[in-house]
């Protein structure tokens, strides 16, 4: 007897990561009813230590909550100048065809979603705000705030907190023990607010998400006529099954989302649904970003929580270089596996004896940057423009501070451009140089929305998570303002459901 049948809804969702979780949120506040399907399942423990685990320990299966179960919750807003087009060393930054103010409210609500701790001192860039941080700043720690005082009175630089999604509240009961291991591994304590905890486990509580996990999408469904998506067509436990609903929303990442996009592909839509533009795989942008360590001998003996602080003194230009330049950023204590024999000591050495930093500065988009698509995946054919001269001044000012504050320095000259990538379906006026609109919705395909880091226009410099989320919000809100379901039509949706799948941890 066949488990699975179609089922009807106001929307479905395709991913479980921050767009799509916080979109199906989104639309669940307002009383729309969506189904949201993943190929991943939760992941579970499997016992009751609470030692965070590294993502090589899952191997490459994906989890309900995407990336951000592994992600090192850093969730900064925009700055006001990244929405504008920005000259480059090596091009020009795209504008967006919104602004920082459209955005502005959904970042407000996004954070309060996140519980982003924050603070706008000693950061001239940090973006105008509606409200106050919904929480206080993460403290630095032992000799993250040693080496913070020494760069503020030593090399006479501004240093600020780098916003963070975590439960922490010592006084109430937060489940955060700022513990050493964040970057790249799962949280068993749910500490680290990732958007399975945020967004979709909220939104499942509302009664108006059902979340079916181990279910690939086949394809996006449209009308004959090409004009309008009516669903999606999922495989879960081996069986075929039509998801129906006028608004279809993907949010499988920057390369997931354009390869569904192809494989939806009909005879109105040859080259994939939403690329009559042809830019679909296209206009890749990413972050260019390599490490910087400040030597301090056993510094790691004793563990602790190195990722809070930041230095946003050379965003928008250096002293000695025109252009956007980039932040300083630190990084989480993130073990040496997977590397082989031959570098593995080294590592484990330079590791337990420094402070961890990464500098990162933007890799811009072009119209030959992004991927092959085939129905199979996607293969990158061109990686984002570097802007290499940029890259190496930060570097170059990254260690200057360090040592006028004390430390030495070692900045291994390696960098890649792949980092929080975006574009690859991204959002335009120009229905001939985009794939979505303002709204984010396909300029081909009405009913049809991108909700994730793939319609991003760039990525600033600073981490595209919140950013990401806060336009979940907005598109949600933009699409409950047009597409209020009638009571009638409710009941018959909630009769079509299947009961939610568990999302809770097992330990």
Same mark, same amino acid.
């Given at each position: ?13 395709v ?5 799509g979780? *916080? ?10 009813? !969506?189904?949201?399907i993943d190929?991943g ?10 030692t965070?685990? @590294? ?5 490459e ?8 179960k592994?992600y ?8 006001e ?18 602004s920082?103010a459209? =955005? ?8 309060r979603?996140?519980?982003?701790h ?15 941080w919904?929480h ?12 913070v ?10 240093v ?6 975590l439960?922490?509240?010592?006084? /109430? ?20 607010i ?24 086949q ?33 499988g990442?920057?390369?997931? *989302?354009?390869?569904?996009?192809w ?8 080259k994939?649904?939403?690329?009559s ?9 990413? @972050?260019?970003?390599?490490?910087v360590?400040? =030597?301090?001998?056993? !510094? ?8 809070t602080?930041a ?10 270089w ?11 204590y ?6 082989s024999? /031959? ?11 420094? =402070?961890?930093?990464?500098v990162?500065?933007?890799?811009i ?7 092959h ?8 054919f ?9 890259? /190496? ?9 360090l ?7 070692? #900045?291994?000259?390696?960098f ?7 574009? *690859?379906?991204?959002?335009? !006026? ?6 979505v ?11 049809l ?9 760039s ?6 998570g919140?950013?990401i989320?806060?336009?979940?919000l ?14 009638? /039509? ?11 799948? #568990?999302i809770?941890?097992?330990?």
């Open positions: 007897m066949a488990q699975n049948k179609d089922l009807s809804c106001d929307a479905v969702v991913g479980t990561g921050l767009g979780s *916080t979109f199906a949120y989104g639309l669940s506040r307002r009383g729309l009813s !969506v189904v949201v190929e399942e939760p992941i579970r423990h499997g016992s009751s230590d609470l965070p685990v @590294h993502v090589d320990t899952f191997g299966k994906p989890a309900i909550g995407g990336l951000t592994y090192g919750a850093s969730m900064y807003r925009l700055r100048s990244d929405f504008q087009q920005v000259e480059m060393e090596a091009g020009v930054s795209p504008g967006w065809p919104i920082y459209d =955005l502005e409210p959904y970042y407000a609500e996004a954070e979603l996140y519980k982003v924050g603070s706008s001192e000693n950061d001239a860039t940090e973006p105008t705000r509606s409200g106050p919904p206080e700043p993460i403290p630095h720690q032992g000799p993250v705030r040693e080496l005082d020494r760069l503020t009175t030593r090399a006479k630089v501004q600020s907190h780098i916003p963070r999604a439960d922490y509240d010592p006084l /109430r009961g937060g489940r955060c023990v700022l513990c050493q291991h964040c970057d790249a591994y799962f949280c068993p304590r749910d500490a680290k990732d958007a399975e905890l945020a967004a979709l486990r909220p939104a499942v509580r509302s009664g108006f998400v059902k979340v079916l996990d181990g279910t690939s999408c394809r996006v469904l449209t009308t004959p006529d090409g004009k309008r998506a009516i669903g999606v067509r999922v495989k879960r436990a081996g069986e075929e099954f039509t998801i129906h609903a006028p608004i279809v929303a993907v949010g990442g920057v390369m997931g *989302t354009p390869v569904l996009l494989r939806s592909r009909t005879d109105r839509h040859p994939g649904l939403a690329n533009s042809g830019t679909l795989g296209r206009n890749f942008a990413a @972050h260019t970003q390599g490490w360590f400040a =030597l301090k001998p056993a !510094v790691q003996k004793t563990p602790f929580h190195q990722k602080f230095i946003h003194a050379f965003y928008e230009s250096a002293p000695d025109p252009y956007p330049t980039g932040v300083i950023q630190a990084a989480g993130i073990q040496p596996l997977g590397m024999r /031959r570098y593995r000591y080294f590592a484990r050495a330079l590791l337990y004896n420094s =402070l961890h930093m990464f990162m500065t933007e890799g988009a072009s119209k030959m940057t992004g991927f698509l085939s129905d199979s995946g996607a293969t990158l061109n990686a984002p423009v570097q802007n290499v001269k940029t890259f /190496r001044k930060l570097r170059r000012h990254a260690k200057a501070l040592r006028s504050a004390g430390y030495p320095v070692f #900045a291994p000259p390696v890649d451009t792949r980092w929080h990538g975006v574009g *690859t379906a991204r959002m335009g !006026v120009d229905p001939a140089t985009s794939v609109d303002a709204s984010c919705r396909s300029h081909d395909v009405e009913g929305y991108v909700v994730d880091a793939s319609a991003l226009t990525p600033g410099a600073v981490n595209t919140l950013t989320a806060a336009n979940a907005r598109v949600a809100a933009h699409i409950a303002d047009r597409s209020q379901p009638s009571a009638a /039509r409710r009941e018959e949706i909630g009769r079509s459901f299947v009961a939610p799948v #568990a809770t941890v097992r330990r």
